[in-house]
């Protein structure tokens, strides 16, 4: 069976940062592309970046992109988001999913960014 | 990046009625590997997203069978044959195909 579970998630005030985990399980990790999608209060989803199942690429939606980083580890079947200069518009809940068809989604953390 | 249209973006429907939601992306979705990711997703109130369909026709294990998915090139469909009340929420079309993927705005499904 397949399990995404995310952490990391948290208060944080404007401009601070957090880095958000997403360990992975029953499936061949090192395989699949893998992605962040988020969630803001009352609002649609995003997707925020994916990364392939090497490393070797990444990609970034406008409003994010020069503050997120993601970043995998798989020998520990984990994938990262590493967010700097948090804005209030960031709150929400963050989900990571796998493969390019979302395939399997964690059931999310929460990020709060206020003073 | 690809734009998905959604529409409507409320869909009132009669219990037992068919419903149909239409998502349209500012270009072809056809992936380099020949596969379009065009998938759909349920969100209930409270709940987090499921996915109903994947690559434009395909139904995920669980999800009933009124639900239907089709289209091609930039034009696609996500169909429920008979509305139940289980189905309402919000329904969201995403392409994986072109990084970063987009979704699509959301069409609420509710009950008149």
């Known amino acids: 069976e397949v399990q995404l579970e995310e952490s990391g998630g948290g208060l944080v005030q404007p401009g601070g940062s957090l880095r958000l985990s997403c360990a992975a399980s029953g499936f061949t990790f090192s395989s699949f592309s893998m992605t962040w999608v988020r969630q803001a209060p009352g609002k649609g989803l995003e997707w925020v970046a994916n990364?392939?199942?090497?490393?070797?690429?990444?990609y970034y939606v406008d409003s994010v992109r020069g503050r997120f980083a993601i970043s995998r580890d798989n020998t520990k079947n984990s994938v990262f988001l590493q967010m700097n200069s948090l804005r209030a518009e960031d709150t929400g809940f963050y989900y990571c999913?796998?493969?390019?068809?979302?395939?399997?989604w964690g059931q999310g953390t929460l990020v709060a960014v206020s003073p | 990046d690809v734009v998905m249209t959604q529409s409507p973006l409320s869909l009132p429907v009669t219990l037992g009625q068919p419903a149909s939601i239409s998502c349209r992306s500012s270009q072809g979705l056809v992936c380099v590997d020949g596969n379009t990711y065009l998938s759909w997703f349920q969100q209930r109130p409270g709940q987090s997203p499921r996915r109903l369909i994947y690559?434009?026709?395909n139904r995920d294990s669980g999800v009933p069978d009124r639900f239907s998915g089709s289209g091609s090139g930039t034009d696609f469909t996500l169909k429920i044959s008979r509305v139940e009340a289980e189905d309402v929420g919000v329904y969201y079309c995403?392409?994986?195909?072109?990084?970063?993927?987009?979704f699509g705005g959301g069409t609420k499904v509710e009950i008149k």
């Open positions: 990364i392939k199942s090497d490393g070797s690429e990444k």
């Open positions: 999913a796998r493969a390019r068809g979302l395939d399997d």
């Open positions: 690559k434009v026709s």
């Open positions: 995403v392409q994986g195909s072109h990084w970063p993927g987009t």
